[in-house]
């Protein structure tokens, strides 16, 4: 007769649970990462149907007309062929333009000429509308 145990445990780590903890780590690297900006703190107009956005290259313009590409000051006469390097080895050539609300309009339409005239995407910055 065999009295030997019936219920034989396992002894073997189960990877479920270390699966799901680097899933979860995953998500959060992700998340941080779309919140993570590259940009200059401007005060972005504000407009209805704002979505979040990601570039390669963000394009600020301050209100005294200081121009910062990805952060880094740059003079505005250095400015296409700081952009044209930049975006020489990337397939989708998106700008991501933050402008301040106090820029005047020409220096806007101005970028958007020079992305118009090298074939550039344009994507402009704002602030989601807030209901009053």
Sequence with gaps: MDLGQRNKVSVTGNMSSM??????LL???IILS????????VDLP???GTVAVSSKLTVSIKPDLTYYVNGGEVA????????NIKLENVSDKIMYLQVDK?????????IIGMAKANEWKVMLG????RDE
């Design 126 to 129: 704002s602030n989601p509308k």
């Design 46 to 48: 504000q407009s209805k």
């Design 34 to 41: 779309t919140l993570a900006s590259s940009g200059v703190n």
């Design 76 to 83: 505005k006469e250095n400015l296409e062929s700081l952009i």
């Design 19 to 24: 699966t799901d903890l680097v899933f979860l």
């Design 27 to 29: 998500i959060f690297f």
């Design 102 to 110: 106090e820029v005047p309009t020409g220096a806007t339409v101005e």
